[in-house]
């Protein structure tokens, strides 16, 4: 089983922007935590980062026929991005999307997203351990998808 987590602008300055609202945390102790709940359950995990909309959309594309889920924070994207929405919705993985902070309870213009309605679920307001519960989520996700897709060969034979 393979993971890729994608992470959107500005989430490397994680630890050091608006602490009040994201918290002390860094990313790579984001990702060394996620890294160390995939070694537990032998999945392997890929971590990228990127503050290039198009970059983002090439890593989400390069996921199909590699990966079997995506972890997203598309931070500032996910007000903004058709495209990344379409990418998601292209390479039809399961995705879910995460957001350390409550997205909901902030600005007006965080309440629009363009990615939501593409994912199978969201995380918000969790800080990091969002992403943990989304490690979790995932696994359950690709593993109910690996059993129906056995059930149904099974029952081809
Ligand atoms: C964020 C929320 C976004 O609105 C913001 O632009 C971010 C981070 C979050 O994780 O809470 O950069 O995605």
């Known amino acids: 089983m393979k993971i890729v987590v994608i992470q959107g602008p500005n989430l490397n300055m994680l630890g050091v922007r608006e602490q009040n609202i994201y918290g002390p945390m860094k990313l790579e102790q984001i990702h060394a935590q996620m890294k160390e709940v995939a070694t537990q359950n032998?999945?392997?995990?890929?971590?990228?980062?990127?503050?290039?909309?198009?970059?983002?959309v090439d890593k989400v594309q390069e996921c199909y026929g590699e990966a079997h889920g995506i972890i997203i924070n598309a931070a500032a994207y996910t007000h903004t991005s058709i495209a990344i929405r379409d990418a998601i919705a292209a390479v039809n993985l399961p995705t879910i999307e995460v957001h350390i902070s409550n997205i909901?309870?902030?600005?007006?213009?965080?309440k629009e997203n363009m990615i939501a309605p593409v994912c199978s679920s969201s995380i918000v307001g969790f800080g990091p351990f969002g992403y943990h519960l989304a490690m979790m989520g995932m696994m359950q996700i690709i593993n109910e998808i690996t059993a129906a897709q056995e059930a149904q060969k099974a029952q081809v034979q």
């Open 42 to 56: 032998s999945v392997e995990i890929e971590f990228f980062q990127s503050n290039l909309e198009g970059e983002i």
């Open 104 to 110: 909901h309870r902030r600005e007006e213009f965080r």
